[in-house]
């Protein structure tokens, strides 16, 4: 159901102890514990389902071309480096 307070998306929250993870589309109840350690300290991440220019800029930003017969176009060998650098 839409709501007036914000945009529509999905609140993950994931257990900083044993990393679980707990799903929301609805507002959250206020004291959460983690089904599987009884954690209560929660990284929050909001991924929002409508698009709006913020997500559609975000995702142009890190979209990628690809090729389906050899080598990405846009991808340089300086690129494939980079990667393996993490």
């Not at 044993?18 to 004291?31: H, I, L, S, Y």
């Not at 009884?38 to 975000?58: C, K, L, M």
């Amino acid at each position: 159901m839409p709501d007036d307070t914000g945009p529509e998306g999905v609140l993950t929250l994931i257990c900083l102890t044993c990393g679980a993870e707990k799903f929301f589309d609805q507002t959250p109840p206020p004291a959460v514990i983690c089904d599987r350690c009884s954690g209560t300290t929660f990284r929050s991440y909001f991924t929002p389902t409508e698009a709006d220019e913020a997500t559609i800029s975000q995702l142009e930003q890190v979209a990628r071309s690809i090729a389906l017969d050899g080598e990405s176009p846009d991808i340089s060998a300086d690129d494939v480096r980079e990667l393996n650098d993490f």
